[in-house]
T-cell receptor, first 111, second 118 residues
Framework: QKEVEQNSGPLSVPEGAIASLNCTYS??????FFWYRQYSGKSPELIMS????GDKEDGRFTAQLNKASQYVSLLIRDSQPSDSATYLC???????????FGTGTRLLVSP | GAVVSQHPSRVICKSGTSVKIECRSL??????MFWYRQFPKQSLMLMAT?????????EQGVEKDKFLINHASLTLSTLTVTSAHPEDSSFYICSARDVLAESTETQYFGPGTRLLVL
């Protein structure tokens, strides 16, 4: 079982729709969770971090964490073509300082 | 804030030569920096954790004698790929943690260095 799992996609949504990206993790003791966006040929860019169960909103982005289900998601409202990228879920596991990345979900937003 | 730079952004070298990549935190001090490698269509793989003033911690399978890491100051870490071979061609990305930030675990990434070994 991979430590951090994501559906590779592509996830295709029309412009203006809500994109929902999901991630599961195996280390039940994980406390820190991050979503990064990576455009092709570029390095990852931090979108959001979340540490507590529930929702955290920042502009069009909402991160959701459910530690009991070991599940973290990212919602993008009013999706724009410029949101088309690969979204990486990353987790810091128990006792470690290093990020473990999922393989990423490719999002395609069509005009 | 929290800007990380890398130099060079692209490098082409001949097989057998060494290449040094610099990673700098521009507006904060980073006691810990991380080096990642990303092959096409794959996710980031951590190579090593670099701590200022001490030896780097390498991930399993990463040759420490081939990938030399030096973290001599709180704003600079370097990765040297020694005796590079075509299979070392990849996208090398560093990240840094801002220990004085509200979220001390957040890593900020540099723009990456694309290495091509001929």
């Amino acid at each position: 079982q991979k430590e951090v799992e994501q559906n590779s996609g592509p996830l295709s949504v029309p412009e203006g729709a809500i994109a929902s990206l999901n991630c599961t993790y195996s280390d039940r003791g994980s406390q820190s969770f991050f979503w990064y966006r990576q455009y092709s040929g570029k390095s990852p860019e931090l979108i959001m971090s979340i540490y507590s169960n529930g929702d955290k909103e920042d502009g069009r982005f909402t991160a959701q964490l459910n530690k009991a289900s070991q599940y973290v998601s990212l919602l993008i409202r009013d999706s724009q073509p410029s949101d088309s990228a690969t979204y990486l879920c990353a987790v810091i596991g128990t006792g470690f300082q290093k990020l473990v990345f999922g393989t990423g979900t490719r999002l395609l937003v069509s005009p | 804030g929290a800007v990380v730079s890398q130099h060079p952004s692209r490098v082409i070298c001949k097989s057998g030569t060494s290449v040094k990549i610099e990673c700098r935190s521009l507006d904060f001090q980073a006691t810990t920096m991380f080096w990642y490698r990303q092959f096409p269509k794959q996710s980031l793989m951590l190579m090593a954790t670099s701590n200022e003033g001490s030896k780097a911690t390498y991930e399993q399978g990463v040759e420490k004698d081939k990938f030399l890491i030096n973290h001599a100051s709180l704003t600079l870490s370097t990765l040297t790929v020694t005796s590079a071979h075509p299979e070392d061609s990849s996208f090398y990305i560093c990240s840094a943690r801002d220990v004085l930030a509200e979220s001390t675990e957040t890593q900020y990434f540099g723009p990456g260095t694309r290495l091509l070994v001929l």
